[in-house]
């Protein structure tokens, strides 16, 4: 498992949503901007579909895009991205999006920002229809181009079936020199992350080894081109 | 948003009977019901900025509510109504929240389109 973080020429963060890249990646984000690479978020949609509107509610259906724009804002000042896109899409219709044009835009991306690392969801292993279409995009615009010239893929895969299909991860960043910023890009997100963090708070708090130890650590698998989600597109 | 008053929802309701209306309507679980919850079965559905007119609305039964609209040619109901609001583009904003403040049905009438 590589655990160094290596220098890239540039990274390209696409998620689906404000948040994603809050748990799983913004330590390793912090480092590659600290490190001077320039650091990209394209961030698909604003999270318009979130559930969690709060008791007593501190927004409504209409007005929490808005509570988002700003928190994702926020959330990439804390990591230092200075180059945060916020793409237009809509929560929960990512798939039934025109699969030809999203591939489009993220060869798009490629084609401007040259990255040498992609940072994104793993198809088949990221849960959520956004995440999956997203997943699947990304992979598509990097499979046209030829093999060596392909950025590195690191992606995040969560589903309950994970293991049993991928393994262990390919790559594990040990964060712990950034947690006051990883700890401020969660807090940012606070309509998504403010319970959760009671407990995560709570629980480095209180010294509790495996807490502290997941949080400080970043997974990522790197795609596997010979087992790859579908043979062409 | 407030919690539902039945009066004053009503009263809101009826102001928009009888216009040229825009709807947003969803039920969810969330995506995340099956992974927390294997073998959920998670259904849901929603509409937004289709248009409608209704000539008769009613919020009924106990809290949480239900708001039902009788349209010429059809009709919409939404049930576990909780919260509401008039907000500021005058937009009757109803939402159902469940015991930790996630929504979990959405009812939402405009004469102007919502927002993309």
Redesign the interface.
């Known amino acids: 498992m590589a655990e160094t973080i290596e220098k890239e020429r540039a990274v390209l963060v696409v998620f689906p949503h404000p948040d994603d890249e809050a748990f799983g990646t913004s330590g390793s984000l912090s480092k590659y901007v600290d490190m001077g690479v320039p650091v990209t978020y394209a961030c698909l949609t604003l999270g318009e579909m979130g559930r969690n509107l709060g008791i007593p509610p501190f927004a409504t259906r209409e007005t929490l895009p808005e509570v988002r724009k700003k928190e994702l804002q926020a959330a990439a000042d804390a990591i230092g991205i200075k180059d945060l896109r916020m793409m237009g899409f809509r929560d929960k219709t990512v798939e039934f999006e025109d699969d030809e044009k999203m591939v489009q835009l993220i060869s798009g991306l490629i084609d401007e920002l040259d990255p040498s690392l992609i940072i994104s969801f793993y198809p088949g292993y990221s849960v959520h229809p956004d995440h999956e279409a997203t997943a699947r995009a990304v992979v598509r615009a990097v499979r046209r181009l030829p093999e060596d010239q392909r950025p590195k893929l690191y992606l995040v895969a969560f589903a309950n079936d994970t293991e049993e299909g991928l393994g262990q991860p390919d790559v594990e960043h040990q964060v712990s020199e950034m947690l006051d910023r990883k700890m401020r890009t969660l807090k940012a997100h606070s309509s998504q992350t403010a319970y959760m963090l009671e407990g995560l708070e709570a629980a480095i708090a209180a010294g509790e080894a495996e807490a502290t130890e997941r949080f400080a650590k970043e997974r990522f698998y790197r795609y596997r081109w010979h087992e790859d989600f579908e043979e062409s597109f | ?1 407030e919690k539902v008053n039945p009066e004053e929802l009503q009263r809101l309701i009826d102001s928009f009977a009888g216009k040229e209306l825009y709807i ?1 309507l ?1 039920t ?1 679980n ?3 019901a099956a ?1 927390f919850n ?1 073998g959920f079965f998670n259904a849901g559905a ?1 509409i937004r900025n289709a248009q409608i007119r209704f000539e008769l609305g009613k919020v009924a039964g106990e809290a949480p509510h239900r708001v039902g609209l009788k349209l010429p040619y059809g009709w919409v109901y939404a049930q576990g109504i909780t ?1 509401y ?1 008039l ?1 500021e583009h005058g ?1 009757l ?1 109803m ?1 159902g ?1 469940d015991g ?5 049905v ?1 009812l ?1 009438l405009s004469e102007t389109p ?3």
């Open positions: 948003m947003h969803e969810t969330g995506s995340y992974h294997e929603f919260h609001e907000d937009r904003l939402a929240l930790s403040g996630k929504l979990a959405a939402e919502f927002a993309y």
